[in-house]
Structures are given as C-alpha cells and as structure tokens.
C-alpha cells in the first residue's frame, strides 16, 4: 500500500515566524488532504489538494503529483496554530481509502 | 449543521465486553470511515464504506466488525474487546461530488479497555 511520510516530526516556533511541513507519499494519488489536529483532539480540514496550490489566509498548500510530495506552508504563526498536522492520501479518490502520515507535531511559543 | 455525530464519546469496557461505537452523517455523503489513533501516532484506518451496502477493509481491521446500515450510519463493533483496543475512534464521512472528496471527521469517542 501507499506509504506516507512527514517531516520534520517535531517544530518548535516563535509566534510570527514561518514553516514549512512536508508530505512524501510513495505511489500516484488522486487524493490529498491536510488536516489540523488540535489540542483537544478535533480534526480540522485544512485542504483537499490533490495537485497544484491553494490559499487560505496564512496556510497554503502545494502539490507536486508527478514528484510525490506536499507542502503546507504556515505564515506568521499564532498561538493558535499548535496541534498535529496530518497528511492524507489515497490511490483513487472512489474507493475512499485514505492513509495518514504520522504528523507534524507543532508547537507555536508567545 | 451537525456534520459527523459519533456515539457514545467516552466508554470504559472489561476485556471480553462488546460494545457498538455509533456514526451518522447528515451531510448526505457517500462514503464514511472508521479510524483508530493512537498516542503518538497517525490515523489507521479500520474499515470504511464506499457506499450504502458496501464495507472494505482499511489497513488495521482485526477484531472489528462494521456495518453501514444505511446511507446516513455506519457502526462499528468490537465483539471481544481488548486491550490493545483502548484508544481514540473516529468517524468520517466524504463525498466524491461537489467538495470532491474532503473528510470530514466527527469529534471521536475514547474507549479504554481494561
């Protein structure tokens, strides 16, 4: 099956700084999506992006199908922006089988 | 708006109790899923169903069952818990049309299996 990785494991931020969170998926995917763990356990759709960028305010996302990978990117970080940020995909957006990474764990300092 | 509702939220079983972790959608999705997540870890997907009538295998289904009753439900069942079954479960629900595929999850249901 389709392995995913994401790095780095761990991030440590001042609030204002920037990052980058990547995804590395092993096989062609039809699906994408990153999601936002927060720090009482709710699971937050990010983005569905199974290729090319997307914005929404300071998050953004790109995927680079044919090189197998994924990017969020997170601006001027919050406080409110700690939690696990988990990547998604699968093989064929029909069957619906969607393999997690193990997550970035963020964590965003005053 | 309710989005994915998962019953009960919280649950303590012995080894060897059964019990049925309830799921309904009012999204008039598809698809739904069943995952596990435990300390540490990502998401292992259980099972999930495609579509009313249809269930499938995810990557970790060893001593669940699951039924998706109709297009609104899917339950899943632990005959004979254990402990290595102690963990977080979550339901999701998604939809190949419109959003095209987004999960969305409900807020989980924490089970410890003593």
């Known amino acids: 099956g389709i392995q995913v990785e994401q790095s780095p494991p761990d991030l440590i931020l001042q609030e204002g700084a920037n990052s980058t969170l990547r995804c590395n998926f092993s096989?062609?995917?039809?699906?994408l999506q990153w999601f936002h763990q927060n720090p009482w356990g709710q699971l937050i759709n990010l983005f569905y992006i199974p290729s090319g960028t997307k914005q929404n305010g300071r998050l953004s996302a790109t995927t680079v199908a044919t090189e197998r990978y994924s990017l969020l990117y997170i601006s001027s970080s919050q406080t409110t922006d700690s939690g696990v940020y988990f990547c998604?995909?699968?093989?064929?957006?029909?069957?619906?089988?969607?393999?997690f990474g193990q997550g970035t764990t963020l964590q965003v300092k005053p | 708006n309710a989005g994915v509702t998962q019953t009960p939220k919280f649950q303590v079983l012995k080894t060897g109790q059964s019990m049925t972790l309830q799921c309904a959608q009012d999204m008039n999705h598809n698809s739904m899923y069943w995952y596990r997540q435990d300390p540490g870890m990502g998401l292992r997907l259980i099972y999930y169903s495609a579509s009313e009538g249809t269930t499938d295998k995810g990557e970790v289904p060893n001593g669940y069952n699951v039924s998706r009753l109709n297009k609104r439900e899917f339950s899943l069942r632990l005959e004979s818990a254990a402990p290595s079954q102690t963990s977080v479960y979550f339901c999701?629900?998604?939809?190949?049309?419109?959003?095209?595929?987004?999960?969305?999850f409900g807020e989980g249901s924490r089970l410890t299996v003593l």
């Open positions: 998604a995909v699968g093989a064929f957006r029909n069957t619906g089988k969607l393999i």
């Open positions: 999701a629900s998604s939809s190949p049309e419109g959003a095209a595929g987004e999960l969305f």
């Open positions: 096989d062609s995917v039809n699906n």
